[in-house]
């Protein structure tokens, strides 16, 4: 573990922050805990994604599975670790908010084709498959107080049903709805529910929660029958893939460990073993698949271990083996 963890402190600036706050459990005033965040803060990469988000809404969400939607890239700035008080987070966390629906949930700009059951027009609207990804963000943030947060959360979280969250639109978006049988749970959009309703500490423990996991367990028990709304845990669910964008073994992982009282479940269990395997021997992780839109960082290429990859199976794996001793 020394070695690993010696790669991980030679990392980006963004690796070397997370590891010594998640993996070594330094606090926040820690001397190398704060020049590592002020690295972080100031590196090129990072402002180049908090530019960009800036413009939020920034552009049409054409499909959820677009990696490089700035949807994701505000994401990928929440598990960072970055902050609503971090310089130029403000902006961008007032433009979110700007855009609630009055039933709650936050808004993002997409166009649903009328050959789809959408309108055909470029409108704001939200989906389960994109709003929980706001409420997780701006969580994540460290605004999971904030009224607004809690509202969205609350309208989100009584979606779901007894096998979990279904395809659900916002009323702008007409009859759409995904390919699939109307009583099917959506796995993609259960997974990011979940992700969302884990930084939310009074929805952690909850009924709908336990519902959402259990479907996602499963449906990986019953992986080779059922494949609801074409969502698969074959050979490519099973691909290590960053950043945590679509349903995979590592994205689903990573969520259900953050539930305390997952910490036995043999199926998750299953699942984590398969994760483990694919590490190196000095336990770090190299991608079998990545997003063309992330070329740029450590994490979008296989030829080698990537550093971010690695600190986030290593954050799996150690809530799934010592429990999640602060679940978010």
């Given amino acids: 573990m020394d070695n690993l963890t010696n790669r991980l402190l030679n990392g980006p600036p963004w690796v070397q922050y997370r590891t010594r ?49 700035p949807l994701h890239k505000l994401t990928l700035v929440a598990d960072l670790g970055l902050r609503s008080s971090d310089l130029g987070m403000a902006d961008i966390v007032a433009r979110i908010m700007e855009r609630q629906s009055p039933d709650g949930p936050f808004q ?15 409108q704001l609207a939200w989906a389960l498959c994109d709003a929980p ?19 969205a959360a609350k309208h989100l979280a009584g979606l779901v049903r007894e096998n979990g969250w279904p ?21 993609y959009a259960t997974l990011v529910m979940l992700k969302a309703l884990s930084q939310m500490p009074e929805w952690r423990d909850s009924d709908a929660c336990r519902t959402g996991a259990e479907a996602l367990l499963t449906l990986w028990s019953q992986r080779r029958e059922r494949h609801p709304y074409m969502f698969f845990a074959g050979t490519d669910f099973c691909k290590l893939k960053a950043p945590l964008v679509w349903y995979d073994i590592l994205h689903v992982t990573d969520v259900l460990t953050r539930f305390s009282w997952l910490f036995r479940d043999a199926r998750l269990q299953e699942m984590v073993g398969i994760v483990k395997s694919k590490a190196g021997e000095d336990g770090a992780f190299t991608a079998e698949s990545v997003w063309k839109a992330w070329s740029g960082w450590d994490f979008g290429q296989k030829r080698e271990p990537s550093p971010w990859l690695t600190l986030l199976a290593q954050q799996m794996l150690k809530r799934a083996e010592e429990g999640p001793i602060n679940p978010a």
């Fill in 21 to 69: 706050v998640d993996l070594l459990s330094q606090p926040e005033s820690h001397p190398q805990v704060l020049a590592a965040r002020q690295a972080m803060l100031a590196h090129p990469q990072v402002k180049g994604l908090l530019a960009e988000l800036a413009g939020w809404p920034c552009r049409i969400l054409t499909g959820h599975k677009e990696a490089g939607h």
């Fill in 108 to 122: 993002v700009l997409m166009n649903i084709p009328k050959a789809y059951g959408g309108t055909g027009k470029d």
């Fill in 167 to 187: 395809c659900a639109v916002s009323p702008e978006l007409g009859k759409f709805r995904g390919l699939g049988r109307k009583d099917d749970p959506c796995p």
């Fill in 133 to 151: 990804l706001l409420v997780y963000s701006l969580a994540r943030f460290g605004l999971e107080r904030d009224g607004r947060v809690q509202s």
